[in-house]
Structures are given as C-alpha cells and as structure tokens.
C-alpha cells in the first residue's frame, strides 16, 4: 500500500496569502500567519508516515516554497491555474505514479489533528471518495484510490457550494462517499478568533509554527492580530 499525502498551497508572499484577513492584519502580516499555516500541514502530513508528502503550487512559487518546506516534502508545480487544475494534477499525477490512496489536505487548517487524514485514507478500503467538509460549506480534505476528474469540472470554488456541488457531481458519478469530522478554515477575522481560542485550549505542541508566527505577530505593533 502506498500512500501521498499532498497539501495545496501558494507562496506566502504579502498580497497574495490570506487576503481574507487584510484587515484585521497587514498583506505582510497575513502572509507570515499562513506561513506558519503551511509548515503545520507539513508537519501534520509527515506524522502520518506514508510514502509521500507532497505540496502542489502555481507556477512561480516554487522558489518561495522551496527555502520554507523542509526537504522531505516533494515540490510539484500545478499546470494551468486555479484550484480546480491544482486538484485535479495532484490526484492524476500520484495515482499515475501508482499511489494506492492520495489525500489532498488545505493548508488553512492549522489545529486539524491527523486522525481525520488517517481515517479518510482507511475509508479508501470501502468507498470511492472519501471528504473532509469545512464550516464554510467547502472542503478540506479529499481522498480517491481512482482518478474521477468530472469532480473538480464545473464546480463554484471558493464559495459556500463546494462540499454539495462535490456531493451532487459524487451522487451523480454513482461514487461510493464517506466523510470524516467536519473542521474549520481560517479565512476571516472571525476565524482568527476562533483559532486563537483552541490554541488557548490545546496542547502547546499543536500549530507551533502558527503559535509562531501569532507571536511575532503580536510583538509588532503593526500587525497585530486581535486577541479574543
């Protein structure tokens, strides 16, 4: 059984990460904040210790990510743009390079502990999809062993239909679908408050590169995030 994990993710360059968060936070702010995101999906994805880890990237950030992400992560560049184009090179390119089971994680999830990874990646055994919902109404995870590219076809990214509009193209694709605990995205301010919450409440090993970057966020003036 060979497993890839593989997180989607961007250069954590000022205006072009975490837009959402501008205000409460600087461009500059907000991009060491999702850098912090980054490298805990990185370390989430290398606990479980499958066979791969990698993080898929538009064209350009490649450098970025390179000087950020630890070795054991591969770099791979998505062709065409979008996060339709980037989901659907990262499932065709593992499953050609003969991965039994490839799970797709976001990197704005930064608490997301590894047992809902784990249990998307056994339900594999059962089903055809398995499906990590956000609060948001998207999803944060994916999980396929076969490569079923009319799912990420004709789909509303980025917008409060994902998850159905995935579970509607799934139903009509006759796909047998499990989903696993449901967890949150880090977009808003509101989310940020949130997050500061259960870091308040978890263990200090959880998202230690977010506890981070809060940290010198909160130390410059400048860009410091609200406090709940």
């Excluded at 993710?9 to 990460?17: D, E, Q, S, V």
């Amino acid at each position: 059984m060979r497993r890839a994990c593989v997180i989607v993710a961007k250069a954590p360059r000022p205006g072009n990460a975490k837009t959402r968060l501008v205000p409460p936070l600087t461009p500059e702010g907000a991009a060491t904040l999702y850098a912090g995101f980054l490298l805990d999906a990185v370390d989430l994805a290398l606990q479980l210790d499958w066979e791969q880890v990698s993080v898929i990237h538009p064209a350009g950030s490649g450098a970025a990510l390179a000087q950020l992400v630890p070795p054991a992560a591969v770099l791979l560049e998505q062709p065409g743009k979008g996060l339709g184009a980037a989901l659907t090179h990262a499932f065709e390119h593992h499953l050609d390079a003969g991965f039994d089971r490839v799970v797709l994680i976001g990197s704005d999830n930064p608490t997301l502990p590894p047992a809902p990874v784990q249990a998307a990646a056994r339900a594999l055994d059962h089903v055809d999809l398995s499906i990590g919902p956000s609060l948001d109404g998207g999803y944060y995870l994916l999980g396929m062993r076969r490569m079923h590219r009319e799912l990420f076809e004709d789909i509303e990214w980025s917008t409060s239909r994902v998850y159905a509009q995935t579970l509607d193209r799934a139903s009509e694709l006759r796909l047998r679908v499990r989903a696993v605990q449901a967890w949150f995205d880090v977009d808003s301010a509101e989310d940020l408050e949130r997050l500061y919450a259960e870091l308040g409440a978890a263990e200090p090993s959880v998202a230690r590169h977010t506890r981070a970057a809060l940290d010198e966020l909160n130390s410059t003036p400048l860009q410091v995030a609200p406090v709940p």
